[in-house]
């Protein structure tokens, strides 16, 4: 008579283990979803506008993909007028729309991991030269890598130093002099959407 008993508790204490378990395995889920998709972005954006950094605000799980998508269906109407060689209205009307209300420093959403966009030529000189490995180039997707390949774009470390070596012949001074007048007659026919003259 008690075999039927222990048998019993033994299957209660099999189904409370795994409760146990699944509890715990749960628990670790929402903490690190709410961590990843709640508590990071807003500790990354209040520590990016401390230094005086704003952007759009971060959306739970989307970020700012649907104010991009909804200004991208905007700017699919415009046309540029002929010779106009400013595509970024077209393009990227987020990040024109953003630099113009945040500044040319500003931290954008797509999704769950923010981007920091630089438009001060300074800034991106210092971020280019670096050679501490503290700012890796990360393709945005595998299109954006199939795309342009794996050049001096989109590679780092060894790698970069042996392409860098090859094609810095062709970027020398007496190699680029040769180029200026075709480059300068280029750039005087072109302008701007408003008429300005690019040089």
């Known amino acids: ?35 990843r998709y709640v508590w990071r972005p807003r500790a990354i954006t209040r520590a990016f506008r401390a230094q005086g950094v704003g952007g759009p605000d ?17 700017s699919a109407g415009l046309v540029l007028d002929l010779g106009c060689h400013d595509y970024s209205a077209l393009v990227q009307p987020h990040f024109r729309k953003w630099m113009a209300q945040y500044g040319r420093t500003f931290v954008s959403w797509p999704g769950e991991k923010p981007e920091l966009f630089m438009g001060d030529v300074n800034m991106v000189k210092q971020v280019l030269s670096d050679r501490t490995g503290l700012f890796p180039k990360n393709p945005v997707n595998d299109h954006f890598t199939r795309l342009l390949g794996k050049g001096l774009i989109l590679i780092d470390g060894d790698e970069w130093k042996r392409h860098r070596k ?3 012949p062709v970027f020398s001074v007496d190699k680029l002099k040769v180029y200026c007048p075709s480059a300068t007659y280029i750039f005087e ?11």
């Open 189 to 199: 026919r072109q302008s701007f959407s408003d008429g300005r003259s690019i040089i």
């Open 1 to 35: 008579q008690t075999f039927p008993y222990a048998h019993t508790m033994h299957v209660a204490m099999i189904w409370m283990v795994a409760a146990g378990v699944s509890v715990a395995l749960a628990s670790s889920w929402i903490l690190s979803a709410l961590w």
């Open 58 to 74: 971060y959306r739970f799980l989307v970020g700012n993909i649907g104010e991009i998508k909804r200004l991208l269906i905007e």
């Open 166 to 168: 090859v094609v810095h």
